[in-house]
């Protein structure tokens, strides 16, 4: 059986081999955070655009300057001033964080380090050329490449496409992900269960793991576990670009997703990953579409969400996979597993001390979505590790949604 580590690199691999361009479109800097960038973005002028002082001073010749020296100030120059005058030998002038060096001045003196009577000002420490000022061009020259195609948007990115202009820039399409749970238990969120029913809150979570992957969530419902209805809502989510499907892949009598899928033409890459929860996931294509068919019960859902539709995602939506961000913790508290699987445990991550720290939250297993609601991270057990004393290290994967 595939560890989890390859069956991604699989997903990876097969999607990548069937490269295909998205579409595109305008997106307002505002309305971007998460596209990915269709577009380089180049500087409009230099950075900064002029020498830029990073304290509140006087700007001098820093010869001029030196300890016990005194200068007569000439002005002051406040942030947006413009500044054409160039800074006579022999004076200072006073200038505030953020506004422009005058010609001349090659370097900025803090405030606190000075002393003034009227309009002289007396010099506490030498000065040294370059001090507390950001040189013109110093982060980035005109015409530089800003940001590169491919890119994911964050808040940073999005500032810079800002900064230098580009208040609309161009995107590659979210690739656009079906969404259909399985299960003659399973009944809309609006509706009253009876007592052997459940609500359907896997279309819930894929539609906001979709979200926040950057995909376009399409919602199909839930499809009954029959042949017909199964048949007719995958050859619905076979429209989109990736179809996610949950439940109905484990082995049971009326697990019929894999056997649909089979009769409509599905090549499957991997149909179990040696993983728990999440042991039966199904990865396959099917015509144009990249279908994932995912262990119903809540959790699992999630996981295998987390580490195999987010790099599909990304590939599809022309940016470069994401890696998994895995972090290390030391655990607070022994762990016995079973051995031959990757464990993922909800966890606790904490910033208390030192090092950071995870500890297992106690849970009734994949089915325990209150659990989750404790935990910010799963904790990863490897397959060859039966204990886990308290104190050694471990892997930590994040929920992206609360770290
Ligand atoms: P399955 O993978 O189809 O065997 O489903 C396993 C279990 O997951 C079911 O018995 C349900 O308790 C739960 N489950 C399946 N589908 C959903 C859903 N859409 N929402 C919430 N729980 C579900
Ligand atoms: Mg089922």
């Not at 950075?47 to 200068?71: E, M």
């Not at 202009?165 to 079906?178: D, F, I, K, T």
């Not at 609006?190 to 926040?212: D, G, K, M, W, Y």
């Not at 297992?360 to 325990?368: A, I, N, T, V």
Request: net charge neutral.
């Amino acid at each position: 059986m595939l560890s989890y580590a390859d069956a991604r690199a699989l997903v990876i691999a097969q999607i990548s081999q069937h490269p295909r361009k998205p579409a595109t479109s305008l997106k307002n800097v505002n309305d971007a955070l998460g596209n990915v960038l269709a577009c380089e973005v180049r500087t409009d002028r230099d950075y900064p655009p002029f020498h830029r002082s990073t304290r509140d001073g006087y700007a001098v010749r820093a010869a001029d300057a030196s300890a016990g020296s005194k200068l007569k100030c000439v002005g002051e120059i406040k942030a947006g001033d413009t500044v054409t005058e160039p800074l006579a030998p022999g004076t200072c002038i006073q200038i505030m964080t953020g506004a422009a060096l005058p010609a001349g001045a090659d370097a900025v003196v803090m405030i606190e380090f000075t002393e003034r009577i009227g309009d002289t000002v007396m010099f506490q420490r030498a000065t040294s050329s370059g001090q507390n000022f950001v040189p013109k061009g110093s982060e980035a020259r005109a015409n530089d490449l800003a940001l590169k195609r491919g890119l994911r948007l964050g808040y940073a990115e999005l500032a810079l496409a800002a900064q230098v202009g580009a208040a609309e820039v161009v995107c590659y399409n979210r690739p656009r992900v079906a969404i259909l749970s399985t299960g003659d238990e399973v009944v809309p969120i609006t509706e009253s269960p009876s007592p052997f029913h459940i609500r359907n809150s896997n279309s819930v979570s894929l539609t906001a793991q979709v979200r926040l992957a950057g995909g376009e969530p399409v919602p199909l419902g839930n499809a009954l576990d029959r042949v017909d209805d199964l048949s007719a809502k995958i050859e619905r989510g076979l429209k989109e670009d990736i179809l996610v499907i949950s439940g109905g892949v484990s082995m049971g009598k009326y697990d019929l997703v894999e056997t649909v899928l089979k009769s409509v033409g599905t090549e499957f890459y991997f149909d179990a990953v040696a993983i728990r929860p999440g042991k039966p996931a199904v990865f396959g294509r099917c015509r144009n579409t990249f279908v994932f068919g995912l262990p119903g019960n809540p959790v699992s859902t999630m996981v295998t969400f987390q580490l195999f539709v987010i790099p599909a995602i990304d590939v599809l939506g022309g940016a470069r996979p994401r890696q998994l961000p895995l972090l290390e913790a030391n655990i607070v508290k022994t762990l016995h597993e079973k051995p031959g699987l990757t464990h993922f445990l909800p966890g606790r991550f904490e910033w208390t001390g030192i090092s950071p720290e995870v500890k297992p939250l106690s849970w009734q297993g994949s089915g325990d979505i209150a659990a989750l609601t404790k935990s910010n991270c799963f904790i990863v057990v490897p397959a060859d590790r039966q204990d886990i004393p308290a104190g050694e290290k471990v892997s930590v994967l994040p929920r992206l949604d609360v770290i």
